[in-house]
């Protein structure tokens, strides 16, 4: 009984060892979903106070996204990490969520008067037209 706990304890710890270098590894990746999540949350909370519609189960909506994202990297990673031919899909799927994010925040800095361009105008109509689309 001993034997098998050890060989268990053993074997947990080479595959997780194994994890946490490929996380950490991609520090940067986790560190800019940090950045994009908070920055769009940051300008949300702003637009909510300046619009009067607070709400704190809005505002966790960011922690549950961080998370979120967060996880969906961890899987990625680990799937490029298993089949080395997938190396393209923690871009092909994250960054098109970042690029959202940003879309996002950019809209909030407009709402709150802090950009005053025609082109973002124009993008965030656009963007509001394919939206309602859907």
Known sequence: MRTKILIAAFSFGA??????QIL??????????LLVVLLDAFFGIAK???????????????VFML???????????????????????SEAILLPILIFQLISTLKNMQ??????????????QNIDKHKEAS
């Not at 991609?26 to 560190?31: G, K, N, T, V």
């Open 24 to 33: 950490l590894d991609a520090q940067d990746q986790f560190f800019a979903i």
């Open 48 to 62: 909510a106070f300046k619009m009067g519609n607070f709400e704190t189960k809005k505002t966790f909506k960011a």
């Open 67 to 89: 998370v979120g994202f967060w996880f969906l990297l961890a899987t990625v990673l680990t799937i490029e990490k298993g089949f080395p031919f997938a190396s393209f899909l």
């Open 111 to 124: 709402l709150l008067g802090l950009i005053n361009n025609k082109v973002l105008m124009r993008i965030l």
């Open 15 to 20: 595959l997780f060892s194994d994890w946490v």
